[in-house]
T-cell receptor, first 115, second 115 residues
Framework: AQSVAQPEDQVNVAEGNPLTVKCTYS??????LFWYVQYPNRGLQFLLK??????LVKGSYGFEAEFNKSQTSFHLKKPSALVSDSALYFC?????????????FGSGTRLLVRP | DSGVTQTPKHLITATGQRVTLRCSPR?????VYWYQQSLDQGLQFLIQ???????AKGNILERFSAQQFPDLHSELNLSSLELGDSALYFC??????????????FGPGTRLTVL
């Protein structure tokens, strides 16, 4: 069965510092991996995805994520956090072998960037 | 703005009632997905339609049903509503024409409150 774990309910970081939001996944085949962000009272916004190739993926708003197959992880990173990055972040996975295109989401991690 | 529209934004109803949520996908997107976001269950995939036909089913209750019309808009019907059905319901769309790695674009959601 496919699953995604986001082990931290909340991540606190000071503005200007690097941030990491952790994600590990479990799929029977090879994964497609995604990060989404949700601002209050808004829908989910796509940030970035891993399909194949380079393990470091760059996305919107300066975010990047590193795919690590041996650790089955896809951590979201940003070199310098902004207060406006404060939001709810979701990691999602899709199994390439799954004929359905559905996304399986993690439980979400709230990022709080303090000034 | 993702290009996916959902109506209504808010819906308040009573137990036992039936409601219909509507979604219009991005122009050109053939796939529509429905997700439920609740505090206890997180973000869960309900059902997917592709070009008018059901493609995949997730954790969708038998009291819930959906359809996708020829103009590609979709409706999610929730009946015999219970208190536990109170949640944020998201619609997402994707092109899907070239493969399952295309990201999904989410609408702003419909917040359903069952009293």
């Amino acid at each position: 069965a496919q699953s995604v774990a986001q082990p931290e309910d909340q991540v606190n970081v000071a503005e200007g510092n690097p941030l990491t939001v952790k994600c590990t996944y479990s799929v029977s085949g090879n994964p497609y991996l995604f990060w989404y962000v949700q601002y209050p009272n808004r829908g989910l916004q796509f940030l970035l995805k891993y399909i194949t190739g380079d393990n470091l993926v760059k996305g919107s708003y300066g975010f990047e994520a590193e795919f690590n197959k041996s650790q089955t992880s896809f951590h979201l990173k940003k070199p310098s956090a902004l207060v406006s990055d404060s939001a709810l972040y979701f990691c999602a996975v899709r199994d390439r072998e799954d004929s359905s295109y559905k996304l399986i989401f993690g439980s979400g991690t709230r990022l709080l960037v303090r000034p | 703005d993702s290009g996916v529209t959902q109506t209504p934004k808010h819906l308040i109803t009573a137990t036992g009632q039936r409601v219909t949520l509507r979604c219009s996908p991005r122009s050109g997107d053939l796939s529509v997905y429905w997700y439920q976001q609740s505090l206890d269950q997180g973000l869960q995939f309900l059902i997917q339609y592709y070009n008018g036909e059901e493609r995949a089913k997730g954790n969708i209750l038998e009291r819930f049903s959906a359809q996708q019309f020829p103009d590609l808009h979709s409706e999610l019907n929730l009946s015999s509503l219970e208190l536990g059905d109170s949640a944020l319901y998201f619609c997402a769309s994707s092109f899907s024409g070239t493969g399952p790695y295309n990201e999904q674009f989410f609408g702003p959601g419909t917040r359903l409150t069952v009293l």
